[in-house]
């Protein structure tokens, strides 16, 4: 009986010694940024504020959602619109993410304060500039130090990661492999974490809509864009592999992308919040969360970089309709 308790003891510390519980990482990530048409400013694309409306319908509404699921998310803040606007409406949603315990980034739009459109469009001591003003930015108006940036249009080049790691940050999130951007003609396709000369690299998740043979047609995963089929989908798949990261794309303005509330996108987000919830294998996380955990080995799952989930012709043919008019 004794070798007999002894086997059993066994088993149970062996069983309690080791996380079985595999998880895919969700991230839900926002670009925090105005449009860059007639309906485009900080007041109407960041805080919501519409005219002939009571209720804030952009960052203070998503915070409010995430409030309802004791859920947190990253947001990508692009500082540099206060060459147009000033900063008042910038530092009040910075100092608004932060003290509701939410994850604040540093998003690049450069155009407005540098001039050109893109971060790849500069050189590597120009980026560095840009690069450390925003993280100064962020720094004066939060106290906070960023660690995490992606860029506008994803144009990051390898200039951007080489001046990341420079100004002391670790993670990037301007690769997906839906987006043909400086990163993917540098050969970078991934679809999940990877280093890239000691950066680690968070790429926006991508699926296949329509795949023939070994071509796809790939899109990004986009609270807005994507339909919330779709969105579980890959959800799903990503679990069934034991992928590290689904990173879900949003916009801060796609909440009032025409001058008016759309409470469609706010309940789409309560869908996935609460689908992701109720996931055994699901765990969601801010950017700030899953490096800190990378950094410490605590990641229970398996980088699939060339796994890409595909959702199929009924799927966009849904998407579709369910999109008409919506430009």
């Given at each position: 009986m004794k070798g007999a308790h002894f086997t059993v003891l066994l088993i149970v510390t062996i069983v309690l010694s080791f996380d079985v519980s595999a998880s895919t990482n969700v991230m839900l990530t926002v670009d925090v940024e105005s449009l860059k048409h007639k309906?485009?400013?900080?007041?109407?694309?960041?805080?919501?504020?519409?005219?002939?409306?009571?209720?804030?319908y952009g960052v203070p509404k998503i915070l409010d959602i995430l409030d309802e699921y004791d859920a947190k998310a990253t947001f990508y803040l692009n500082v540099y619109e206060l060459s147009k606007f000033g900063d008042a409406e910038l530092r009040e949603i910075a100092n608004e993410?932060?003290?509701?315990?939410?994850?604040?980034?540093?998003?690049?739009?450069?155009?407005?304060?540098?001039?050109?459109?893109?971060?790849?469009?500069?050189?590597?001591?120009?980026?560095?500039?840009?690069?450390?003003?925003?993280?100064?930015?962020?720094?004066?108006?939060?106290?906070?130090?960023?660690?995490?940036?992606?860029?506008?249009r994803y144009m990051a080049d390898l200039n951007t990661l080489k001046?990341?790691?420079?100004?002391?940050?670790?993670?990037?999130?301007?690769?997906?492999?839906?987006?043909?951007?400086?990163?993917?003609q540098a050969g970078y396709t991934e679809n999940d974490i990877l280093e890239i000369d000691g950066l680690l690299e968070i790429p926006v998740t991508s699926f296949a809509q329509i795949q023939f043979g070994t071509w796809k047609s790939l899109r990004i995963v986009?609270?807005?864009?994507?339909?919330?089929?779709?969105?579980?989908?890959v959800l799903s798949s990503l679990a069934d592999q034991n992928a590290c990261i689904a990173n879900i794309m949003a916009h801060s303005f796609s909440f009032t992308r025409y001058g008016e509330p759309d409470p469609r996108i706010g309940n789409k987000m309560r869908a996935v919040l609460s689908?992701?919830?109720?996931?055994?294998?699901?765990?969601?996380?801010?950017?700030e969360e899953f490096v800190e955990a990378y950094r410490q080995q605590r990641l229970?799952?398996?980088?699939?970089?060339?796994?890409?989930?595909?959702?199929?012709?009924?799927?966009?043919?849904?998407?579709?309709?369910?999109?008409?008019?919506?430009?």
């Amino acid at each position: 009986m004794k070798g007999a308790h002894f086997t059993v003891l066994l088993i149970v510390t062996i069983v309690l010694s080791f996380d079985v519980s595999a998880s895919t990482n969700v991230m839900l990530t926002v670009d925090v940024e105005s449009l860059k048409h007639k309906y485009g400013n900080p007041r109407a694309n960041i805080l919501g504020q519409l005219n002939g409306y009571d209720e804030a319908y952009g960052v203070p509404k998503i915070l409010d959602i995430l409030d309802e699921y004791d859920a947190k998310a990253t947001f990508y803040l692009n500082v540099y619109e206060l060459s147009k606007f000033g900063d008042a409406e910038l530092r009040e949603i910075a100092n608004e993410i932060v003290q509701r315990s939410q994850d604040l980034q540093l998003h690049t739009h450069p155009m407005t304060m540098y001039g050109k459109w893109n971060m790849s469009d500069f050189d590597l001591p120009k980026q560095i500039e840009i690069l450390q003003t925003g993280k100064g930015l962020i720094k004066e108006w939060t106290g906070n130090t960023v660690i995490a940036h992606r860029a506008g249009r994803y144009m990051a080049d390898l200039n951007t990661l080489k001046a990341l790691k420079i100004i002391g940050l670790v993670s990037d999130s301007s690769l997906s492999p839906a987006i043909w951007s400086p990163l993917n003609q540098a050969g970078y396709t991934e679809n999940d974490i990877l280093e890239i000369d000691g950066l680690l690299e968070i790429p926006v998740t991508s699926f296949a809509q329509i795949q023939f043979g070994t071509w796809k047609s790939l899109r990004i995963v986009e609270m807005e864009s994507s339909s919330l089929m779709e969105i579980k989908h890959v959800l799903s798949s990503l679990a069934d592999q034991n992928a590290c990261i689904a990173n879900i794309m949003a916009h801060s303005f796609s909440f009032t992308r025409y001058g008016e509330p759309d409470p469609r996108i706010g309940n789409k987000m309560r869908a996935v919040l609460s689908f992701v919830a109720g996931h055994p294998d699901l765990e969601m996380l801010t950017t700030e969360e899953f490096v800190e955990a990378y950094r410490q080995q605590r990641l229970d799952c398996t980088p699939s970089p060339a796994f890409v989930p595909h959702t199929g012709m009924l799927m966009t043919y849904l998407r579709s309709w369910e999109r008409i008019g919506d430009g």
